[in-house]
């Protein structure tokens, strides 16, 4: 029952409440297994995946790590379930600044995939989709755009302009665009993007949030400031109702809306808004995180222009104190896009019991137990597959500096 309904907290992008289950099936698994055995590898894949949507990225390399280790033991580095935990620890390494590690890890999985499974197939372009997004956050932009329109033009040939595989392309092609100053085209493509996603979607989902955001944050660089406040007030609010307050995306939202406010002329509301940011930021990913130092940084802009003398330069020194001891953080948006190659492992775990077994012979027996993860575990292989289905990527997310 409890991964049945984590299916549906995930399919709806409530990853907070979906947490809860795929932990109970890790510890299901790992006490009848071990935490070598295929299902369990299986379920923390799925636990990582949960924390990364959750902004918890230490957490997930942690777990993404271990998993990568031991499928390179047991199954060798060209086998999909390998290829699928490089991909993941990537994505993860990626929110937290290790770009270059990252694309190391992207290149390996886009080769062998090119390799063994071809061009046209999906985990393949979820590869080059992922590479070029670790490119872009290195400043490698026509790379970028290159592998984004490959992308885009074969997923809207395989699977139609509205898949949400075709809308996570074309809004990082936007958000190349966007890079390259090319802002009237990026416009046009954010805008496909946001209405196809309040459609399919609905107006909460996390990617039409995102998709909400990049729109207001290309309408603040074409100079249209009134709308992008709107709209990055819109999507603040669904953040903090759907995420949390101190989730990044929600933290990146309240820093976009501080921007425009800036640019309004609402220089105190600016002001609170990113204090808020960089405390979150702090508790979250810490104070040598590049997105904790381009908060502290953008403050500093602020206080300066404020006259706030004193504040700005104590930000200031500390700023330039984490610069000499964080040298080769290179730059990085939160949150980053992914595809998760999502496992479909069939197993043949015979019928369903009509009745709970813990009400015939108790929660602690083993055929309970048993019974239980074999459920489990079904349900988690739905889990995966559903996620796939619904969501594969996480739009990607302009938060711009200034």
């Known amino acids: 029952m409890s991964l049945r309904l984590a299916i549906f907290l995930d399919a709806e992008g409530q990853a907070s409440a979906c947490e809860l289950f795929v932990r109970k099936a890790v510890d299901i698994f790992t006490m009848l297994f071990g935490v070598e055995d295929v299902r369990t590898l299986a379920s923390i894949d799925s636990l990582a995946e949960t924390y990364w949507s959750l902004g918890k990225a230490k957490e997930a390399v942690e777990l993404h790590e271990m998993v990568l280790e031991v499928r390179l033991w047991k199954l060798g580095n060209e086998h999909v379930d390998t290829l699928s935990s490089m991909n993941n620890l990537a994505a993860s390494y990626r929110s937290l600044g290790k770009v270059s590690e990252a694309v190391e890890l992207h290149e390996k999985v886009l080769e062998v995939s090119q390799r063994k499974l071809g061009m046209e197939h999906p985990h393949t372009l979820s590869s080059m989709n992922n590479l070029a997004v670790a490119y872009r956050s290195l400043g490698r932009l026509e790379e970028a755009r290159e592998l984004h329109e490959k992308v885009l033009e074969k997923r809207q040939a395989q699977l139609g302009r509205d898949h949400l595989d075709s809308l996570s392309s074309l809004n990082n092609l936007a958000g190349i665009y966007w890079h390259q100053g090319k802002m009237l085209e990026a416009a046009e493509l954010h805008e496909r993007v946001l209405e196809a996603s309040q459609r399919k979607l609905g107006p909460d989902h996390p990617n039409t949030l995102s998709s909400m955001n990049n729109l207001a944050v290309t309408y603040q660089s074409l100079g249209r400031s009134s709308e992008a406040a709107e709209l990055h007030a819109k999507v603040l609010e669904a953040s903090h109702k759907v995420l949390g307050t101190e989730h990044p995306d929600s933290l990146s939202s309240a820093q976009n809306l501080a921007v425009t406010y800036l640019d309004l002329g609402r220089a105190t509301e600016a002001v609170a808004l990113l204090e808020n940011v960089l405390e979150g930021r702090q508790r979250l990913l810490g104070i040598d995180h590049p997105d904790t130092l381009r908060s502290m940084e953008n403050l500093v802009n602020v206080y300066t222009s404020s006259h706030q003398m004193e504040q700005a330069k104590t930000l200031q020194d500390m700023v330039e104190k984490i610069k000499q001891r964080t040298v080769g953080w290179e730059d990085s948006y939160l949150p980053w896009n992914m595809d998760v190659h999502q496992r479909k492992e069939r197993f043949d775990l015979g019928h369903e019991e009509t009745e709970p077994p813990e009400q015939k012979i ?20 739905r889990l995966q597959t559903r996620a796939c289905e619904t969501h594969h990527e996480r739009f990607t997310t302009l938060n711009p500096s200034f």
């Open 362 to 381: 108790g929660m602690e027996h083993l055929d309970t137990v048993t019974t239980t993860a074999a459920l489990t575990y079904r349900n988690l292989a």
